[in-house]
């Protein structure tokens, strides 16, 4: 007995061999424009914006044009307070904590280093508080933690984007 392709076989198979053939070439050109993107110039301080708020905006613009989804600014509870809450790729809710200097110390750490187990058992509350409220407990989730500094001699800032930075603490439990 012959086999006939049906529209719907054929169909199939070109999407199939599509995915195959154009998935490769889809990543790399999202990668070539994420290094683009990145490449564009970031907005000046404000005159009366402090430090720590001008960082939490440029980390703002720096994850969207990474891919990310912003969903909150400095989400705040009576247990603690998250900068950024964001999602990744339609999938995981990111939890961002942002630490900003204006300049750069020799021999004292990053500014990630100030994320210490307390602020780190606040963020774990105030996510759950988040999750709960939205009613999305079974989704993936993460913490980050974006520090920027500023380059001496430019003030360009230079970011560094500790992606799930730490585990939830506490007797907390959450999807990664």
């Given at each position: 007995?012959?086999?006939?392709?049906?529209?719907?076989?054929?169909?199939?198979?070109?999407?199939?061999?599509?995915?195959?053939?154009?998935?490769?070439?889809?990543?790399?050109?999202?990668?070539?424009?994420?290094?683009?993107?990145?490449?564009?110039?970031?907005p000046?301080?404000?005159?009366?914006?402090?430090?720590?708020?001008?960082?939490?905006?440029?980390?703002?613009?720096?994850?969207?044009?990474?891919?990310?989804?912003?969903?909150?600014?400095?989400?705040n509870?009576?247990?603690?307070?998250?900068?950024?809450?964001?999602?990744?790729?339609?999938r995981?809710?990111?939890?961002?904590?942002?630490?900003?200097?204006?300049?750069?110390?020799?021999?004292?750490?990053?500014?990630?280093?100030?994320?210490?187990?307390?602020?780190?058992?606040?963020?774990?509350?105030?996510a759950?508080?988040?999750?709960?409220?939205?009613?999305?407990?079974?989704?993936?989730?993460?913490?980050?933690?974006?520090?920027?500094?500023?380059?001496?001699?430019?003030?360009?800032?230079?970011?560094?984007?500790?992606?799930?930075?730490?585990?939830?603490?506490?007797?907390?439990?959450?999807?990664?």
């Open positions: 007995m012959k086999r006939h392709l049906t529209t719907n076989s054929v169909d199939r198979w070109i999407h199939h061999a599509w995915a195959r053939i154009a998935a490769p070439v889809h990543d790399q050109l999202h990668a070539q424009w994420v290094q683009w993107n990145l490449r564009r110039p970031y000046l301080q404000q005159i009366e914006e402090s430090t720590g708020d001008y960082g939490e905006r440029l980390v703002s613009i720096y994850l969207e044009r990474c891919g990310y989804k912003i969903l909150e600014h400095s989400f509870t009576r247990l603690g307070e998250i900068d950024l809450i964001a999602v990744w790729q339609r995981q809710i990111v939890f961002v904590e942002v630490k900003t200097w204006s300049r750069t110390w020799l021999n004292a750490g990053g500014p990630a280093d100030a994320v210490d187990d307390d602020k780190q058992t606040k963020m774990t509350r105030t759950l508080i988040y999750l709960k409220r939205h009613g999305l407990l079974e989704t993936p989730a993460r913490f980050d933690v974006v520090e920027v500094t500023f380059d001496e001699a430019t003030r360009k800032p230079i970011f560094r984007h500790f992606e799930n930075a730490f585990e939830a603490t506490g007797q907390y439990q959450m999807y990664s």
